[in-house]
């Protein structure tokens, strides 16, 4: 059945199909910050008055090994079982050391793959300027 055949009924029917698939889009994006939440947890400690504090990587053979990496990817970025065949190092260990990364050394997770970010903050700045424009 072509959309301009469509009667009311199935238009309503597809709209409401419309707004509960955006309703579960939003559902799923606050359980990957959640994951995401609970994986950055696993890497901290609690200060002495028990606020959550993030390590800061300490091993500097991974680091240089891990932004050499993603700096050599560029936009596209690597997932972490790319990052390991890259290094030779462990999957673990890169996971471990990816996630206390993103604090200290601009790097975010973007569709499962992990990009190294070298922007100013003036930049990001103004590319919130540019996104607040648009919405």
Not at 35 to 57: M, N, T, W, Y
Not at 116 to 134: A, C, I
């Amino acid at each position: 059945m072509k959309i301009s055949e469509w009667n009311l009924e199935i238009v309503k029917k597809v709209a409401k199909l419309l707004e509960i698939k955006s309703k579960l889009q939003e559902q799923i994006e606050k359980i990957n910050t959640e994951l995401d939440s609970l994986q950055e947890k696993e890497f901290a400690e609690l200060d002495k008055i028990g606020r959550l504090r993030v390590r800061k990587p300490k091993n500097p053979e991974i680091e240089r090994k891990v932004m050499e990496a993603l700096r050599s990817a560029g936009d596209e970025g690597l997932t972490t079982k790319e990052i390991s065949e890259k290094t030779g190092l462990s999957v673990r260990s890169i996971t471990g050391w990816l996630i206390t990364g993103i604090k200290y050394f601009g790097i975010k997770k973007v569709n499962g793959r992990w990009v190294y970010s070298n922007h100013s903050v003036q930049q990001q700045q103004e590319e919130k300027k540019d996104l607040e424009k648009v919405v």
